[in-house]
């Protein structure tokens, strides 16, 4: 099987196994897990914050935040496709009791303006704005960068409105490397910043997310409340070390093996790309060769190719490193022949 389904179905690579072989382990509940407390750090030293917390998973890490910024009633103000509204089971309204306010962006990038506007005025009538959440790459935009410029206006009006920002940076070591803009600059322009291990840096499990001292002690306290305090962390930190430590620069054969998918299917009458394939993302449309995307994904699996359908005509696949160009030369000419 060709997975192009996420980029969250890597194998963990010989080096991470046998790191995960190595860790010296502590009970990181008593703060005593010495390999967790390094990935912890190079997280934050990596990312320009004060303090990072491991988490097991990109969404609890998003519900982390969220919990730790707002207060039951509030509102926060999202991209209306974002992966905190769309795919993470109105969690934010089921836990921290909050409601969405969406925006709808371009290619995921939403009008500072518009922003703007959404902020609550102080009126017994309304919930307060409590925090506004961006997105980079834009997973459902199609692993779309949003710009630095973009978020530094967001982050300029927020913090005139005394507002918090948080990042969901799933994918934020993607946006890095395609776009020569270092991690640490897009972190500036927000106050916390979630971002995932197990995705295309290729861990088996982990997110981390980072911030100041203070938001991470909190943090750290809703992680043990949602059954997120973790034991022999160390076990499960050492890939995430090797990850971010030699996985990061290899995101661009990734992002060459989407565009060269891209570029291919292009090729193929009836097929369509529907987004500028700035990482590792692309998505197709198969409206003109007559197939939905369920049926285009069952064919597909019948030559050995997966993908995710996104829509009703249209269909995801995700470069990872556990694909080759050889692999993605095949899919072109699967594709091609099925249609
Ligand atoms: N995205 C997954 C699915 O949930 C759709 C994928 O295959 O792309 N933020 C963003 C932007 C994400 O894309 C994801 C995962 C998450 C958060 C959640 O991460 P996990 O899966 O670790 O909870």
């Known amino acids: 099987m060709i997975d192009l389904r996420s980029d969250t179905v890597t194998k963990p690579t010989p ?65 209306a496709e974002s992966h905190i509204f769309y795919y993470e089971g109105a969690s934010i309204s089921a836990f921290a009791g909050v409601q969405p306010r969406t925006i709808s962006g371009t290619r995921g990038v939403m009008d500072p303006a518009l922003v ?16 506004i959440c961006l997105e980079n790459t834009h997973n459902r935009a199609g692993g779309a960068i949003v710009p630095l410029e973009n978020m530094k206006e967001i982050y300029r009006i927020a913090q005139g409105n005394n507002i918090p920002v948080h990042l969901d940076g799933a994918r934020l070591f993607n946006a890095a490397v395609a776009s020569g ?3 640490k600059t897009y972190a500036a322009e927000t106050d916390t910043v979630q971002f995932c291990l197990s995705k295309g840096l290729g861990a ?36 995430g070390l090797v990850a971010l430590s030699s996985m990061v ?9 989407a565009a060269f998918l891209a ?37 597909l699996k019948a030559e050995g190719v997966l993908g995710v359908p996104f829509g009703p005509e249209t269909t995801r696949f995700t470069t990872h490193f556990d694909v080759t160009r050889e692999d993605i030369k095949n899919v072109i000419q699967k594709v091609s022949k099925l249609i």
């Open 15 to 79: 080096e991470m196994r046998q790191a995960a072989f190595d860790a010296v382990v502590g009970d990181d509940v008593y703060n005593e897990d010495p390999t967790l407390q390094e990935l912890e750090n190079l997280a934050a030293a990596k990312l320009g914050k004060e303090a990072a917390l491991f988490v097991p998973s990109g969404t609890q890490g998003n519900q982390i935040a969220v919990l730790t910024h707002c207060q039951l009633g509030q509102e926060i103000i999202l991209e």
């Open 116 to 131: 703007k506007a959404a902020i609550r005025d102080d009126d017994i009538h309304m919930p307060e704005t409590g925090l």
């Open 181 to 183: 803009v270092d991690v």
């Open 249 to 257: 620069d290899r995101l661009k054969e990734d992002h060459k093996n």
């Open 263 to 299: 570029l291919g299917l292009m090729e193929i009458n009836g097929i369509s790309i529907e987004n500028n394939v700035d990482t590792n993302i692309v998505l197709v449309n198969t409206k003109e060769a007559g197939l939905n995307s369920k049926e285009f994904l069952n064919k």
């Open 204 to 239: 088996p499990v982990g997110s981390i997310i980072a911030g100041s001292e203070e938001f991470i002690k909190k943090a750290r306290k809703w992680r043990k409340r949602l059954g997120g305090g973790l034991r022999q962390a160390g076990i499960i930190a050492a890939p």
